[in-house]
């Protein structure tokens, strides 16, 4: 097999391949064994016809599409490597020639990873962050404490209030006709949670117990129902029950009550040391995240379509697997946001396309640096996830390498080894007196 790669635009390119007349009778031979088990001729039992008599019958032209299925996808790969390329897409084949006794040839138009013209990286300036932690802090930490525990009291008299949980029944209409999904009972609600289409909250706020109110709301544009997206919409709602949260006070026995401190002062001091390490990550995090965002802005590449579209899709999926660890699926999530899997993925191809850019350029300053992972830094690795998962490592490192994840490690050692080297080389700016 002969292959030829020829650019044809900056991302794109042409490959040619052919490949021998031997391999293509071989490839004849397996579709001929394929398909003559489903054909039938008079005289002869399913999958006994002789290869003439078929081929009198039915042509050898009738093998080529099934012989092209067996042939096409390994010799592309194996021009793939023979041309030291790396598609980012399905490739757009055009058959050229097949036939028995004679060579194939076919030409693959291809999409490939876009090449990297780095700008600066090294010495780049960081804004100065702080990782004093402030009362304010201390007081913000608090005050989510006291909402986590707080508990849950029946109003028996007076309105609802935002930040208020209700129990309510409600159901639609459109044009006067109830709509399909647009009815619940006793159904409980957080105002001021976003849960419900924009309106609906705003308008219980005031209502009282046993109180029943329509409520006049729109569907977004963009919401997934055909039917109802863009429509004004009429809501017939009961209010059961208000439930107001009743914060305890903040004293020593509440520090008892949700710590294994005696004193409140303790347990200050304890939150003080925890918002200290959490700011000092999140501070080498932002500092991380700046310095990329600062290298892959000063880098020249042309990214493809494909890619973005690529991690858009790795987006959508990773984001369906956070929503069901939580007791959600992306079909519920629809549900509540007045958004479909379109405006979604329209919604993620900004950061998609700053991903992509991010993760290009931190190739391209790795390859040009030499930094690699060594097999002890993997096996280091390896034991940190062996203690974490309560594996052996040679079990670890097996089922990685059979997966194929064992590459993904090595890239996300080699991006690691690259951030820090960045942060290693920045300077920070003076902060503002």
């Avoid at 990297?116 to 404490?145: C, F, H, M, N, R």
Wanted: charged content about 35%.
């Amino acid at each position: 097999m002969t292959a030829n790669w020829e650019k044809i635009e900056k991302n794109q390119g042409v490959l040619t391949v052919e490949v021998a007349a031997e391999r293509v009778d071989a490839a004849l031979d397996k579709a001929f064994k394929k398909v003559v088990t489903k054909v039938s001729v008079p005289g002869f039992r399913k999958g006994k016809v002789p290869r003439g008599m078929f081929e009198k019958r039915f042509g050898v032209e009738s093998l080529y599409q099934d012989a092209l299925d067996i042939l096409v996808p390994e010799a592309y790969m194996e021009a793939i490597d023979e041309s030291g390329i790396f598609p980012v897409d399905r490739p757009e084949i055009d058959v050229q020639q097949i036939a028995k006794g004679q060579e194939l040839k076919f030409t693959a138009k291809v999409t490939v990873k876009p090449e990297v013209e780095l700008g600066e990286y090294k010495g780049l300036e960081l804004p100065a962050v702080s990782s004093e932690v402030t009362e304010e802090d201390i007081d913000g930490e608090l005050q989510q404490l006291q909402q986590r525990h707080a508990e849950l009291v029946v109003v028996e008299e007076g309105a609802v209030e935002n930040g208020d949980s209700v129990v309510i029944d409600f159901e639609g209409f459109l044009n006067d006709v109830p709509f399909e999904g647009g009815k619940a009972e006793k159904y409980s609600l957080e105002i001021g949670s976003g849960s419900f289409i924009p309106g609906f909250e705003e308008q219980v706020v005031g209502m009282v117990k046993d109180e029943e109110k329509d409520i006049n709301v729109t569907f977004p544009e963009n919401y997934q129902s055909e039917e109802l997206k863009g429509q004004p919409v009429v809501f017939k709602i009961k209010l059961h029950d208000i439930k107001r949260k009743n914060l305890p006070a903040l004293d020593d026995e509440f520090a008892k009550d949700v710590s294994e401190f005696d004193t409140l002062e303790e347990y200050k001091q304890d939150i003080t040391k925890r918002l200290q390490e959490r700011k000092e990550q999140n501070t080498k995090r932002d500092q991380e995240n700046a310095v990329v965002e600062k290298a892959a802005a000063a880098a020249d590449v042309e990214i493809p379509e494909a890619m973005i579209n690529s991690e858009v899709e790795q987006m959508l999926e990773d984001f369906g697997n956070r929503l069901k660890s939580q007791g959600m699926n992306l079909e519920m999530y629809f549900q509540f946001s007045g958004q479909d899997e379109a405006a979604l993925k329209e919604q993620m191809r900004g950061d998609a396309g700053k991903r992509v850019r991010q993760n290009l350029v931190l190739e391209a300053i790795a390859k040009a640096e030499g930094f690699e992972a060594s097999e002890e830094e993997i096996t280091e690795e390896l034991e940190k996830m062996a203690k974490q998962y309560q594996r052996q490592v040679d079990e670890l490192r097996s089922i990685l390498t059979a997966n194929g994840n064992i590459a993904s490690l090595k890239v996300d050692l080699v991006t690691r080894k690259t951030v820090q080297f960045l942060l290693e080389n920045s300077k920070t700016e003076a902060p503002v007196a």
